[in-house]
């Protein structure tokens, strides 16, 4: 996700459900600073909800590995 465009959006709130090190699992490249790190930096008051469906978006996120290495899902 690209915390700075939602700040400067005025988003009042962000909701996610996989983490850094998910995306980092299935080959996706992410900067390695959590969006708490980002919020508490920028000095954010951008509510952050964190692990919303987690589990649900690790297997879309491993259904689209196997998809794109060709072992279908």
Do not use: H, T
């Amino acid at each position: 996700m690209c915390f700075a465009a939602c700040v400067w959006a005025k988003m009042a709130k962000i909701v996610y459900a996989c983490r850094i090190e998910d995306a980092d699992k299935v080959g996706i490249r992410q900067i390695p600073i959590p969006s708490s790190l980002m919020n508490q930096l920028r000095r954010s008051n951008v509510d952050l909800v964190v692990d919303v469906l987690r589990d649900e978006g690790v297997k879309l996120f491993d259904a689209w590995r196997r998809k794109s290495m060709g072992s279908g899902v």
